[in-house]
């Protein structure tokens, strides 16, 4: 198995992130303005024509942890784990981010870290100045979008 890994600094407090991360309108603030939660809690992340991904949250600890696990989208998503470990380090707030167990490196596993990388960047956006980037307003990085 092998993981996405992102260490981004943001001038804020952890709480703040961590709204970012635990709302559905904190979400669509920095990841995708379509996000939406079921009936049963999964959490549904759409990009247009390239589709999308179901979460359901496995773990949260307000200011420290969110951590989801993927049960719908790409083959290659499907049964990772998506975790924002949050702790606070003078006026950052430092998110080490994680996309794990990917089963092998493919193309899309490049792209998708260069993705995290821009929405992650968005996040700190978000916290730092009150607007983030998300889809379908983020940065396109390849012929993938």
Excluded at 105 to 133: Q, Y
Aim: proline fraction near 3%.
């Amino acid at each position: 198995m092998v993981d996405i890994l992102h260490r981004v600094g943001v001038v804020g407090s952890v709480d703040d992130v961590y709204k970012a991360l635990d709302s559905i309108d904190g979400l669509a603030a920095w990841w995708t303005e379509d996000t939406k939660v079921t009936a049963d809690g999964t959490i549904q992340f759409r990009f247009g024509e390239a589709g999308g991904f179901d979460m359901l949250v496995v773990e949260t600890e307000p200011g420290k942890l969110v951590r989801w696990e993927v049960v719908d989208g790409p083959e290659e998503w499907i049964g990772t784990h998506v975790r924002f470990d949050l702790h606070q380090e003078e006026d950052f707030a430092i998110i080490m981010f994680r996309h794990e167990g990917w089963r092998e490196v493919v193309p899309f596993m490049f792209h998708c870290s260069t993705k995290w990388a821009t929405f992650l960047m968005s996040l700190k956006h978000l916290v730092e100045t009150g607007t983030g980037e998300p889809a379908p307003n983020d940065v396109q990085v390849s012929n993938w979008h």
